[in-house]
């Protein structure tokens, strides 16, 4: 009793202002939820460009949600939803210093190692000491990309996972490393509530829950379509109709980005901690992203959508 007495005392890291960096697919995304929840959050990307790109992601999304919540008549209350939240965001390309005047940092950039640390180790000169660092990498172990910071640093360094899209999909995995302080985790789990999440907790093994699960099943649909065993279209119909998948397998892998998905089994592949046989590259995949062909982001995929 004493113990869950001094447990539920912890103090937990008081969330208030957010740095999100990358305005991608999910960087945007996890902006967007963050604002809705009335969090202060700076978007950060490297170029104008990007940000542009995220921002219009949002406004796109923004709408569809405000219609859901106050229904197709109801324009006014729509309107002062979407501007209370937007007026929650600001953007920038200088992420440290973003990071300098925020409680937390949530990290969507390119799924790759090297990246993602030279970021957090500029990002970890920057920002105070009791700011808390996350990544949204899929595949990545948190441990690897944490290496780039300080020792303290890597006592609040956890996983937060969001899954695409961010808006509508209603989980985030928290991923706790071996030296994550519990009232870090549980900071983070409460973030993830309050942005409309059920946060489920896992360790830092490679793909956490839904990864070390989906992916293989989403590269095993390229590896029957590099075999000629079925058309890409049937193997989708076939997966919605007869196992009632929302997207087939090779929809959903243009949906995720075709280079995030090579550069998760690539990598899974040269760490060598998965299976062999779940990790054995697809030709078509990997010809589809040599050819820059990457999915709905770029208009063109397993399937074209221009
Ligand atoms: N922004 C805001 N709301 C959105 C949205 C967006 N971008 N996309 C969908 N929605 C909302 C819609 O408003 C709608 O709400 P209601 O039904 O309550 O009105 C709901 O989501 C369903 O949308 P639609 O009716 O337009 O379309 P749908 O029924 O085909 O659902 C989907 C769309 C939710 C994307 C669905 O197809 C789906 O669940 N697909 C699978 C997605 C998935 O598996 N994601 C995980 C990918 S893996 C990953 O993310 C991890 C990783 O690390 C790679
Ligand atoms: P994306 O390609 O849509 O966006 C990545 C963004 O990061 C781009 O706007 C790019 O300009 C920016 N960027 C790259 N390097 C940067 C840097 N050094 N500083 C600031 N910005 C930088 O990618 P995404 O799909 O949003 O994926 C982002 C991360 O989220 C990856 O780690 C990915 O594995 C993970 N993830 C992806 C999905 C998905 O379904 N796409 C789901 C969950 C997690």
């Known amino acids: 009793r004493k113990a869950a007495f001094s447990s539920s005392a912890r103090h937990l890291k008081d969330i208030n202002s957010v740095t999100v960096i990358g305005a991608g697919l999910m960087g945007s995304g996890i902006v967007q939820v963050a604002a809705q929840a009335n969090y202060k959050v700076t978007m950060v990307d490297t170029t104008d460009a990007a940000l542009k790109n995220g921002q219009a992601i949002i406004t796109k999304s923004i709408k569809r949600v405000a219609k859901k919540k106050f229904g197709e008549e109801n324009a006014a209350e729509q309107q002062a939803f979407i501007d209370k939240a937007l007026s929650n965001i600001t953007v920038s390309t200088d992420g440290p210093a973003a990071v300098a005047g925020s409680d937390l940092v949530v990290e969507a950039i390119v799924e790759n190692i090297d990246v993602k640390q030279a970021l957090f180790?500029?990002?970890?000169?920057?920002?105070?000491?009791?700011?808390?660092?996350?990544?949204?990498?899929?595949?990545?172990?948190?441990?690897?990309?944490?290496e780039a910071t300080s020792a303290a640093r890597r006592e609040r360094f956890g996983g937060l996972h969001f899954f695409n899209p961010v808006p509508a999909m209603k989980l985030v995995e928290v991923v706790r490393t071996e030296v994550l302080k519990d009232e870090v985790y549980d900071s983070l789990a409460t973030f993830a509530k309050n942005t409309g999440k059920t946060p489920v907790e896992c360790k830092d093994t490679p793909g956490f829950i839904v990864n070390r699960l989906l992916v293989p099943y989403m590269m095993e649909a390229f590896r029957v379509l590099d075999r000629g065993d079925a058309k890409a279209k049937d193997i989708d119909?076939?997966?919605k109709l007869g196992a009632?998948?929302?997207?087939?397998?090779?929809?959903?892998?243009?949906?995720?980005?075709?280079?995030?998905?090579?550069?998760?089994?690539d990598g899974w592949a040269k760490e060598g901690k998965i299976e062999e046989a779940l990790v054995t590259p697809s030709k078509t995949l990997n010809s589809l992203v040599e050819q820059g062909s990457l999915g709905r982001k770029s208009g063109k995929g397993v399937y074209d959508y221009s």
Do not use: C, H, R, Y
């Not at 970890?124 to 944490?146: E, G, K």
């Not at 892998?253 to 550069?263: E, H, N, Q, R, Y």
């Open 244 to 265: 009632g998948m929302p997207m087939g397998p090779l929809e959903l892998a243009d949906f995720v980005g075709l280079d995030t998905m090579k550069f998760i089994i």
């Open 121 to 146: 180790k500029a990002l970890d000169q920057a920002a105070p000491a009791d700011t808390i660092f996350t990544s949204n990498t899929s595949s990545l172990p948190i441990t690897s990309i944490a």
């Open 237 to 239: 119909v076939a997966m």
